[in-house]
Nanobody
Framework: QVQLVESGGGLVQAGGSLRLSCAASGRTFSSYTIGWFRQAPGKEREFVAAFSWSGGYSADSVKGRFTISRDNAQNTVYLQMNSLKPEDTAVYYC?????????????????WGQGTQVTVSS
C-alpha cells in the first residue's frame, strides 16, 4: 500500500513558477512509478509527467516548462512548473503504480493523492 500527499499548489500569475511535492509512504517507494495528472473543471483527468526507475517523461503540452524529479531518500517526487499559463489551471494529483505500461494512463494507476489546486491568473 502507498499513501500519497500533495502540496505546493496555489495562485500564481502567468509566467510564474510553482513546485509541487508528492510525499509517499511505503518501504518500496523506489519500485513504483509516480505520475502527475491534472483535471480542470469539466475536463477529463490529463497525464502531465511520470518518473520511474528509468527516468522521467513529460507530456508534450508541458515539455520544456515542467520538470519531474524524484528523491527516493525522502520518498518524494517533485513537479517544477515554470512559465505557467492560465490553461495550466487545474487540480493536480500524484499517483503511483507498480509496473505495467509506461507511462500509463490514469486508469493504470492504483494509488492517488487528494490533489492540490493550481490557479494561474492572466
Amino acid at each position: 500500500q502507498v499513501q500519497l500527499v500533495e502540496s505546493g499548489g496555489g495562485l500564481v500569475q502567468a509566467g510564474g513558477s510553482l513546485r509541487l511535492s508528492c510525499a509517499a509512504s511505503g518501504r518500496t517507494f523506489s519500485s513504483y512509478t509516480i505520475g502527475w495528472f491534472r483535471q480542470a473543471p469539466g475536463k477529463e483527468r490529463e497525464f502531465v509527467a511520470a518518473f520511474s526507475w528509468s527516468g522521467g517523461y513529460s507530456a508534450d503540452s508541458v515539455k520544456g516548462r515542467f520538470t519531474i524529479s524524484r528523491d527516493n531518500a525522502q520518498n518524494t517526487v517533485y513537479l517544477q512548473m515554470n512559465s505557467l499559463k492560465p490553461e495550466d489551471t487545474a487540480v493536480y494529483y500524484c499517483a503511483a503504480k507498480y509496473g505495467g505500461r509506461w507511462p500509463g494512463t490514469a486508469q493504470d494507476y492504483d494509488y492517488w493523492g487528494q490533489g492540490t489546486q493550481v490557479t494561474v491568473s492572466s
